[in-house]
Structure formats: C-alpha cells, structure tokens
C-alpha cells in the first residue's frame, strides 16, 4: 500500500504561483500514475491533471491548461503541480491520487488518495 501527503497549498493573490507537493511512502511512486483532483468549495470534485509512470506523457483539464504543470522526481518519490496565474476559481482542496494503471480523468480510476491541501486564491 502507498501512502500520499499533500503540502504546498496556502492564501495567494489572483496571479499569484504556488507548488504543491504528493510525497509518497510505502512504495516507491515510479510504479504509479498520479493524477491531482480539486474540490472547490460546495462542488464535485473535478480533474485537474495527470502524468503517466515514467513521465513521459501528461493531460490537463481544459481549465488549467496553460497555467499548470505536473511533473515528477521518481528519485525524490514526489510528483508536483506548478500552478502559475492562479485564478479566485482556482479555490479548492487539492488531492494527489494514484493507479497503477494508466493515467485517467475520472476519479474512480485511482487507488490511493491524499488527505489533501487547502489552495485559496484571494481576487
């Protein structure tokens, strides 16, 4: 079983950046495909982007495109999101969730969740 912990989230200004972190334990993360998921406040949850095993191959929700960027360090066992230009509609509880399998948009396709960050975005 692999364990995930968020952390990076916080307050920022509209424009504003921040990096939010997956670390995981348990397992080593290169065996997984890790995907982030928000839950603004009072909504679904929703996708947000997703990068395959090796990191060779991305996908983002159409809202972040752009503005966001998921990458890894296998060697750091830690995926993170690069969120630049960062909107009020970016509010939300950021998860890190993971497959082994291949990368995915829906929710139900992940395994193992993080407990979440808070992103606040102040307009």
């Known amino acids: 079983q692999v364990q995930l912990v968020e952390s990076g989230g916080g307050l920022v200004q509209a424009g504003g950046s921040l990096r939010l972190s997956c670390a995981a334990s348990g397992r080593t993360i290169s065996s997984y495909a890790i995907g982030w998921f928000r839950q603004p406040p009072g909504k679904e949850r929703e996708f947000v982007a997703a990068i395959t095993q090796s990191g060779g191959s991305t996908n983002y929700a159409d809202s972040v495109k752009g503005r966001f960027t998921i990458s890894r360090d296998n060697a750091k066992n830690t995926v993170y999101l690069q969120m630049n230009r960062l909107k009020p509609e970016d509010t939300a509880v950021y998860y890190c969730?993971?497959?082994?399998?291949?990368?995915?948009?829906?929710?139900?396709?992940?395994?193992?969740w993080g407990q979440g960050t808070q992103v606040t975005v102040s307009s």
């Open positions: 969730a993971c497959t082994a399998f291949f990368i995915a948009t829906t929710g139900g396709s992940y395994n193992y």
